[in-house]
């Protein structure tokens, strides 16, 4: 192991002459604006920020490839662990890193991640994103970093530039207090973020140790996911297939509106494959390409099929979802068996998600799951064997509904389920179905929680754990925007019109002239107790 430093010029240098390439185990470029933008501030503040992890293969691949190839070059050294920083380095310069995927505009991204320095500012931020009111400043404050960074202080030329760029903001009336030189000095600070030093540290070890360092110092020193070193285990046993396969399809996911992390599509894919979830009880064997390919294609039709299954309930994303790891048995229901009752199944998810069944450390009752699917005869009687590994399953209570909105993930679910079954219209003007755009189901669809009886009408007229409960919710969508602050739900179901209809679809039923502060707890009650009916008879439509 060897310690050596880099100036921010030569890594953004050796990323766009390809001097070092990226192993195709890495996801891409997820910094957000905000991150680039306190990178920028850190190194013009000469803070630290952080080392690079950088593997020097010897020469020769030991069975991992590049994250994109676009040349012949073959480098032997792999920046393993600082990818996320030397390319938001490289957006900060304007100068495209080799790996940037050739489907993503470069420039977009260099215009989204626009991040300027702020030359009038005294105290933090002095950097800033770029809005649209910023590029329609009239004066040079707002002065663009890649311009900075772009300029040679040993240069003649540039040293010009930046005079005249000191010139022309004094007199824009900027700075005051400051002359042109001060202002200048101030300029050259930022030019210098080029040469600030980074902390590099070399490794020569087998890629399987690589990974698991990798993996250790992403959490800080201590063990994470043992997907994150499979990820790298099976990109060194099968070349090209984690770029290929695994990462494409969880951006399809992505796209689909579920955002799976690579542990648990690990996990689907080992119930599938192998029947486990413990990744230390699969055979070496399982993770080489003729095993793991066949596996890979029955759990791509597995999660198809549960996508499928989901959409009949509305339930197109997985962030409403109380827990992921549920996919994992579905995954393994819908590989082995053709004819499986749809309702039965959701019956089942809706109860192991209601009582926690994967919740905390659920590789055991993963486990115990898959163990009944794989000696079920039929889908029937895997599902009732699992249900039979859930406590006494009780009838939803009012009392559940009563329950803070914000603390059931389940709740909230269920609620969702209740308004969707009802083929619920949205509470704005056009009046779509929930979850759908015009006919068609909307992809990734994601319910918002309104409250009913606004939090500020109710301010000091109820109790707080009465306002925010799951009973006082109704279900709308993304785009429907209702800024009704704290006015009295008479006046905004009028302004928007929301219908007898439209409310008796989201459970608010009866006399709306007595919804009124006086009788809150009342109609709390009341529509906890139908919430709490409703549910109870779809839960029996499933069993």
Not at 91 to 103: C, H, N, V
Not at 247 to 276: I, Q, S, W, Y
């Amino acid at each position: 192991m060897a310690y050596s430093s880099f100036k921010t010029k030569e890594i953004i240098d050796k990323a766009i002459s390809h001097e070092w390439s990226v192993p195709e185990f890495q996801r891409g470029f997820v910094w957000k604006a905000t991150q680039v933008r306190d990178l920028a501030e850190s190194l013009w503040l000469n803070y630290p920020v952080g080392s690079l992890l950088v593997w020097d293969s010897g020469g020769q691949k030991k069975g991992v490839e590049p994250k994109n190839v676009t040349d012949a070059k073959s480098p032997s050294l792999w920046l393993v662990d600082g990818q996320q920083r030397t390319t938001a380095l490289c957006i900060l310069a304007g100068r495209k890193p080799y790996w940037w995927p050739s489907g993503q505009n470069w420039d977009d991204i260099v215009q989204r991640y626009d991040i300027r320095f702020d030359i009038d500012a005294r105290d933090q931020p002095f950097f800033v994103i770029t809005n649209a009111a910023i590029r329609r400043a009239r004066t040079h404050r707002y002065v663009p970093v890649r311009d900075l960074i772009g300029l040679d202080l040993d240069d003649e030329g540039d040293q010009k530039i930046l005079t005249n760029l000191a010139k022309e903001i004094k007199a824009d009336g900027l700075c005051d207090g400051m002359d042109a030189i001060e202002v200048r000095t101030r300029l050259e600070r930022v030019c210098r973020i080029r040469s600030r030093e980074l902390v590099g540290i070399t490794v020569d070890h087998d890629l399987e140790d690589v990974v698991e360092i990798f993996a250790r110092l992403n959490s800080k020193g201590t063990r994470v996911r043992e997907a994150d070193i499979y990820l790298g285990v099976v990109a060194a046993r099968s070349p090209g297939w984690v770029r290929q396969h695994f990462m494409p399809f969880l951006d399809d996911l992505e796209r689909d509106g579920f955002f799976v992390r690579p542990n648990l599509l690990f996990h689907c894919l080992t119930a599938v494959g192998a029947k486990r979830v413990r990744f230390k009880q699969v055979d070496d064997s399982f993770w080489d390409a003729k095993s793991i390919e066949p596996a890979w294609e029955r759990m791509k039709r597995a999660w198809e099929s549960i996508s499928k299954f989901l959409e009949r309930y509305g339930i197109l994303t997985n962030k409403i979802m109380p827990s992921d790891a549920v996919f994992v048995p579905l995954a393994a229901l819908f590989d082995k068996f053709d004819v499986i009752p749809r309702d039965k199944v959701c019956g089942w998810m809706l109860q192991a998600l209601r009582y926690g069944r994967y919740s905390g450390s659920s590789t055991t009752s993963l486990d115990e799951d898959l163990k009944e699917i794989e000696a079920a005869a039929n889908g029937e009687t895997a599902l009732q064997k699992m249900l039979a590994r859930i406590r006494a399953i009780e009838p939803i209570s009012k009392d559940e509904m009563l329950r803070d909105y914000g603390d059931t993930r389940f709740g909230r679910l269920m609620l969702y389920l209740l308004v969707f079954e009802r083929g619920a219209a949205d509470w704005d003007v056009a009046g779509d179905r929930i979850a759908f755009e015009g006919s068609e189901l909307e992809r990734g669809f994601e319910p918002q929680f309104h409250h009913i009886f606004p939090r500020k009408f109710l301010e000091g007229k109820a109790k707080s754990e009465e306002i925010e409960a799951l009973a006082n919710i109704a279900i709308i969508g993304a785009r429907t925007n209702i800024k009704i602050s704290n006015k009295d739900p008479l006046n905004y179901f009028s302004k928007y019109q929301i219908t007898e209809t439209k409310r008796v679809q989201q459970y608010v039923e009866g006399d709306v002239s007595l919804m009124t502060p006086e009788n809150f707890a009342k109609w709390l009650s009341d529509r906890a107790s139908s919430l709490a009916d409703a549910a109870n008879k779809l839960l029996d439509k499933m069993k």
